[in-house]
């Protein structure tokens, strides 16, 4: 909180405003607070192993799937979807990862099968996430299943893994193209009665829900089951993080996520952003440590050889270089000031980013010029200046880049030096 730095009569307010973030004090208007039914703590499910390798042209080696998973209990997940235990090469992976007492739990995907379910138990994990498509259609012409038969299945199913100590939750996938709120009651309430199952999850499986329509289903699905709930969301529409943050809105404690948002077609929702949103913006405690992000991600994109955009949000490697005159002379003029790196969303620290760095090019002003040749304790007049701004400008149009340092250093010389 800073009184010392008001503007015209306004002032610098926490939670919004602290030493570490300055984000939109609108968050905490009360007319919107009022409006969420936030858990005490939000569980991240990473679901890189799994739903990020089923991504087209991915594959991890077993060796990678265990060295990403360190990382990502070091990071903070609550949990980690390790695999399909029906697969000879995750059922290995999983039997490792349970038996090394990492504080993310083991929860693998099983299928509504026999063989599933006892791989998954006999190679102890944690848990189990009981998987099924609960669209009507899709029960009926895909997989021809009565819904009360299939209900009775998980059920039983959970009460096998609960009586081998597992945490039970069951996604119903494709839960957002059902034209009967009726029919997903019905079933949803049917296995709510069954107490081995810890939480249900639903799956946006094409993340084709409105941002409202997810807050209202999912606050259905609290009152249907009244047992903790959770969301899986793809991006096919770029909806996924503003979703997932709608269901925690409206009471989900758990959403499913996974590094660098891979995951099948357009992939899943992001675990960095989510962790972002979640503790940066809102002070919602997500158990992440937001500092390792960009290395987790770094670690991923490498060995998924899934190149991240360098303007993707929050691990982006273009997101913290600033080239235009206006943004730097906004960075200069609030150094040691209450607002020191405040002109960013965040500071580059906060994720594990590398510091500032200003880029010459195109954007360029006479403001970076200056602190450029500051910076080298250089002088120089009002025409140095102005020649050697309009020469980075015409270089970099052709570079059609920012400059290297050997160029910049090149046109201080000729023209100041």
Not at 40 to 55: A, F, N, P, S, Y
Not at 124 to 144: Q, R, S, T, W
Not at 216 to 240: R, Y
Request: hydrophobic share 45%; charged share 25%; net charge negative.
């Amino acid at each position: 909180m800073s009184d010392k730095f008001d503007a015209f009569g306004v002032n610098l307010n926490a939670p919004a405003y602290t030493s570490n973030r300055w984000v939109s004090p609108f968050n905490w208007w009360p007319e919107v607070r009022d409006k969420m039914h936030i858990a005490d703590k939000i569980r991240i499910h990473d679901v890189t192993l799994r739903d990020g390798e089923q991504t087209a042209r991915i594959a991890f080696t077993p060796e990678e799937k265990l060295y990403i998973a360190k990382e990502l209990d070091k990071l903070g997940v609550a949990s980690i979807e390790s695999g399909l235990p029906a697969t000879s090469e995750d059922i290995e992976v999983i039997k490792t990862l349970s038996s090394m007492s990492l504080n993310a739990k083991i929860v693998p995907l099983v299928r509504i099968m026999d063989k599933d379910v006892r791989a998954a138990i006999d190679a102890k994990a944690d848990g189990m996430l009981l998987e099924f498509g609960i669209n009507p259609h899709i029960m009926k012409y895909v997989y021809k299943k009565e819904p009360k038969a299939l209900a009775e299945q998980i059920k039983m199913y959970a009460r096998e893994g609960k009586k081998n100590g597992m945490y039970i939750e069951f996604m119903g996938w494709d839960a957002f193209r059902c034209d009967d709120p009726g029919f997903l009651e019905s079933f949803f309430s049917d296995i709510a009665d069954c107490d081995d199952i810890d939480r249900i999850t639903v799956a946006d499986t094409f993340g084709m829900g409105h941002p409202l329509a997810t807050y209202s289903f999912i606050s259905k699905l609290k009152s249907w089951t009244n047992k903790p709930v959770g969301l899986h969301i793809h991006n096919d529409f770029g909806l996924a993080s503003a979703n997932a943050l709608m269901a925690i809105s409206a009471g989900a404690d758990t959403v499913h996520s996974s590094v660098n948002g891979l995951g099948e077609r357009a992939g899943n929702l992001s675990t960095e952003e989510v962790a972002m949103i979640c503790q940066h913006l809102l002070d919602i405690d997500a158990g992440i440590q937001l500092n390792k992000l960009k290395m987790v991600s770094d670690l991923v994109a490498e060995v998924s050889k899934v190149r991240v955009a360098s303007n993707k949000p929050v691990v982006g490697s273009g997101l913290f270089e600033v080239e235009s005159g206006i943004v730097i002379h906004a960075i200069e003029s609030l150094k040691n000031t209450p607002l020191d790196s405040t002109v960013l969303p965040f500071r580059p620290e906060t994720v594990g980013h590398a510091p500032l760095q200003v880029i010459l090019g195109r954007g360029t002003g006479m403001h970076s010029v200056k602190t450029l040749l500051t910076s080298r304790g250089l002088s120089a007049s009002d025409d140095q200046a102005a020649e050697l701004l309009h020469q980075i400008k015409t270089a970099a149009l052709i570079f059609k880049n920012g400059l290297p340092a050997a160029m910049v250093n090149n046109l201080i010389s000729e023209i100041v030096q």
